[in-house]
């Protein structure tokens, strides 16, 4: 009688798994075919549901869907009800000389309208080399604060670096700048303790990007604000991709050394980084911030044109693919990418050897050595059709670079936050500036020119030595692409 009963309690337990499986996967389908927009991500999905129906369903709960979009329409309300500038009146979209006009306009018009923001002209762009130099730049901006400090980060250590950007933080709080800092969830748990507790402990407003608890950090563990932004007074900026952790400090010889680019900003185009950081900031707080206080009048500082791309699941979706695909696509002499994650999408993959086919000088640089494997594995797979189109390839050294350039010809640059990975490009928020600008882009073609001299070239005849093993691990690596 036990054991019948037993058997009988097992059976319906199963029975109730089953049903359970069952309508996990039919909604989970349900929703994949009526809401999912890219096809070969669906088809991932849908694969994955069909071989195990219980897993997979949960697994695309957990990554696949997302659960921002409906919260991000109305957050940014609050901040004024234009996303946009008045109609543009930048140099960009008018000029006399026809090649000019082919190659710089026709981008910028469709940047433009990519972008809820417009081109401004008047701005300066300093470039900053790891942390050595962009945290004392940094530091010293806050030091000398006057009237406002809004600074949001993906990873934000409470000790070493991070320590001395809690203490002027906190000594401009006091000395009655007004000071609002946003440092994304997941990044608070890169120290302990939190960055956020210490700050609050000494009074300045700090906010977690979506802080989640237990099952709810999963639902939402791919929507991360991966965006660096620092606003000074309203006109001074900071962007890139560089994290405020010890790591940046190439000097300081830390245990995980990261090289990494940062820029500092000054111009008009410093309004959209601040009116990026206060949409945020409604979101996370609920405050809007004092138009008078947090976004005065901006005098012109330099020549370059810049434009503010903001990226994310919610009303500016893949913004950055489109904008990428623009570039490459007006590219007419030379392509140069240098990004720590190179698994662009297959628009993308296309867009780049369309470009070598053409007759587009295309060159890019990804670390030999990723901080995640399953990256670099999958990357690899990548790599023989590019090869075979006539781009070149090129894999950095130790320490891991983290740095993040798109240079299109000789005048136009993209810099900020996106990886060329489907993490970056469709699942976090993110903020970049395409410029255009020679001098700036000079500069930064001599800096990717460095960087390539001292990497490896991939070859076809290194991609067809690799052992079969090899080629195994990075295949299955590469089913995974559309969530890494």
Not at 304 to 323: C, N, R, T, Y
Request: proline share 6%; glycine share 6%.
């Amino acid at each position: 009688m036990l054991a019948s009963g037993f058997f009988l309690a097992l059976s319906t337990l199963m029975g109730g798994l089953s049903i359970l499986a069952i309508g996990l996967s039919l909604a989970a389908l349900f929703h994949l075919l009526t809401r999912q927009r890219d096809h070969r991500s669906a088809g991932f999905w849908v694969a994955l549901i069909i071989l195990s129906p219980f897993f997979g369903a949960c697994l695309y709960g957990i990554l696949g869907i997302n659960f921002v979009r409906r919260r991000g329409r109305h957050y940014r309300g609050s901040i004024g009800p234009a996303y946009r500038d008045p109609p543009p009146s930048c140099p960009l979209f008018s000029n006399e000389n026809s090649a000019v006009l082919e190659r710089d306009c026709a981008l910028a018009l469709v940047l433009d309208r990519i972008s809820r923001f417009t081109f401004s002209s008047g701005n300066s762009i300093q470039t900053l080399i790891n942390g050595d130099e962009a945290m004392p730049a940094m530091l010293d901006a806050i030091r000398q604060a006057k009237t406002s400090v809004a600074l949001a980060s993906y990873i934000f250590e409470a000790k070493h670096i991070g320590a001395d950007f809690v203490r002027e933080l906190a000594a401009a709080h006091q000395r009655g700048v007004q000071v609002r800092v946003i440092v994304d969830d997941a990044g608070t748990r890169y120290s302990w303790p939190p960055v956020t507790r210490e700050l609050a402990r000494l009074g300045v407003p700090a906010r977690r990007f979506m802080p989640n608890r237990f099952i709810l950090r999963l639902l939402t563990m791919n929507l991360r604000n991966h965006k660096k932004l620092l606003i000074v007074d309203g006109k001074i900026g900071f962007t890139g991709g560089m994290n405020i952790r010890e790591g940046n400090m190439i000097s300081r010889s830390p245990a995980h050394p990261v090289r990494d680019l940062h820029f500092r900003i000054e111009g008009p185009v410093v309004a959209q980084m601040q009116r990026v950081f206060a949409e945020d900031w409604s979101f996370c707080h609920g405050e809007a911030l004092d138009e008078k206080l947090w976004f005065p009048d901006i005098a012109a500082h330099g020549s370059a044109h810049a434009l503010g791309i903001v990226d994310g699941p919610d009303e500016d979706f893949e913004a950055m693919p489109v904008a990428l695909f623009a570039a490459l696509n007006a590219a007419r002499h030379r392509v140069c990418i240098l990004t720590p994650y190179f698994l662009p999408p297959a628009t993308l993959l296309a867009s780049l050897n369309l470009c070598a086919t053409r007759g587009v000088e295309v060159t890019i640089i990804t670390p030999a050595k990723n901080n995640i494997p399953m990256v670099a594995w999958a990357a690899r797979t990548l790599y023989s059709g590019l090869l075979e189109a006539g781009c070149r390839i090129y894999e950095s050294p130790d320490p891991f670079d983290h740095s993040k350039i798109l240079l299109i010809d000789d005048a136009w640059s993209c810099v900020g936050s996106t990886n060329w990975d489907p993490r970056s490009l469709r699942l976090n928020f993110e903020f970049n500036l395409a410029c255009h600008d020679e001098a700036f882009a000079a500069t930064l073609t001599g800096i990717f020119e460095t960087k390539k001299a001292e990497s490896c070239e991939v070859t076809t005849e290194m991609l067809e030595m690799t052992p079969t093993l090899q080629r195994l691990r990075n295949g299955i690596a590469r089913l995974f692409i559309p969530v890494l």
